[in-house]
Nanobody
């Protein structure tokens, strides 16, 4: 059974940093790209970042230069390092994987950026 479990969210002041983690299980982690997607209050899903199996990375324009995605295949974990956080980064952040054409999501972790 594929499982994705996010952690690391919380309340942070504008300009601060957080690191999110997503622990994966139930599939061969190293063989699949991983993505981060977020949903702000009252808004739809917004793709944030993706890391390929060879650790090539892509970012939404809204987070480019501030967020860094990485993966540790030995730990079956993908990370999202978030810096220079802004109030508009407030959202539930989800880890996402497409495994054998099926899409899987974690339960999400809340990030709130506020003074």
């Amino acid at each position: 059974e594929v499982q994705l479990v996010e952690s690391g969210g919380g309340l942070v002041q504008p300009g601060g940093s957080l690191r999110l983690s997503c622990a994966a299980s139930g599939f061969t982690f190293s063989r699949y790209a991983m993505s981060w997607v977020r949903q702000a209050p009252g808004k739809g899903l917004e793709w944030v970042s993706q890391i390929s199996t060879s650790s090539n990375t892509r970012y939404a324009d809204s987070v480019k230069g501030r967020f860094t995605v990485s993966r540790d295949n030995a730990k079956n974990t993908v990370y999202l390092q978030m810096s220079s956080l802004k109030p508009e980064d407030t959202a539930v952040y989800y880890c996402n994987a497409v495994v054998t054409r099926n899409q899987y999501w974690g339960q999400g972790t809340q990030v709130t950026v506020s003074s």
